[in-house]
């Protein structure tokens, strides 16, 4: 069974620093996803940022950017010029692929709790 | 145009009681999930549905019941509530191509039981 780890329950940070979220997993497959979540105080789940592990270029949105290393299952978050509004619980997650409809269930870290200080 | 939405946000109920939380989703996807998120924060897969066919079914005690009516909806229903299944519970659906499709959620309904 897959596993995801992320080592650090909190972080704190100032505004306009970056900031890195670190996230390890443990699988046997070669083709898989990895996908970082946010949880904001209003509790909704919005997703920043996804990467499918057979492209080794490294996926970016805006902001936010992924350090994907593969031989060390290793999928890290950071986040550059921090605002305010990043402040949210993180979470990373891991998905098989899978060629039965509806099957592919994500599989959660313990989440960092991420505070940007003004 | 809310994308994932579930009712009601909060319920607060007493032990023994049967409760139900609702989910619609106006995306077309043909995949419904539910998702439990316990005190802790930690979130965990509880049921998959792909066109009203149940595909997941995590190890969930069977006082649990999913119902699928059609593939935009969703409800979850829970017999004799007991004070370990307040939680957040978060509906979410996707797409199903065969390939990873990203899952979007809804904003969590919060259950409290006394």
């Known amino acids: 069974a897959q596993t995801v780890t992320q080592s650090q329950p909190e972080m704190s940070v100032q505004e306009a620093e970056t900031v890195t979220l670190s996230c390890t997993y443990d699988?046997?497959?070669?083709?898989?996803?990895l996908f970082w979540y946010k949880q904001p105080p209003s509790r909704q789940m919005i997703l920043v940022i996804r990467?499918?592990?057979?492209?080794?270029q490294n996926a970016t949105e805006n902001r936010f950017s992924v350090n994907f290393q593969k031989a060390a299952k290793s999928f890290s978050l950071k986040i550059s010029d921090s605002q305010l509004g990043d402040t949210a619980m993180y979470f990373c997650?891991?998905?098989?692929?899978?060629?039965?409809?509806?099957?592919?269930?994500?599989?959660f870290g313990q989440g960092t709790r991420l505070t940007i200080n003004p | 145009d809310t994308a994932v939405s579930q009712t009601p946000k909060y319920l607060v109920t007493q032990m023994g009681n049967d409760k139900s939380i609702k989910c619609e989703q106006n995306?077309?996807?043909?995949?419904m999930y539910w998702y439990k998120q316990d005190s802790k924060k930690f979130l965990k897969i509880m049921f998959s549905?792909?066109?009203?066919?149940?595909?997941i079914n995590e190890t969930v005690p069977n006082r649990f019941s999913p119902k699928s009516p059609d593939k935009a909806h969703l409800n979850l229903h829970i017999n004799s509530l007991e004070l370990g299944d307040s939680a957040v519970y978060f509906c979410?659906?996707?797409?199903?191509?065969?390939?990873?499709?990203?899952?979007?959620f809804g904003p969590g309904t919060r259950l409290l039981v006394l």
């Open positions: 979410a659906s996707s797409q199903d191509f065969g390939v990873a499709e990203t899952q979007y």
């Open positions: 699988t046997s497959e070669n083709n898989y996803y």
């Open positions: 990467q499918e592990a057979y492209k080794q």
């Open positions: 997650a891991f998905m098989k692929p899978s060629i039965i409809q509806g099957a592919q269930k994500l599989v």
């Open positions: 995306l077309g996807h043909d995949t």
């Open positions: 549905y792909n066109n009203k066919e149940l595909i």
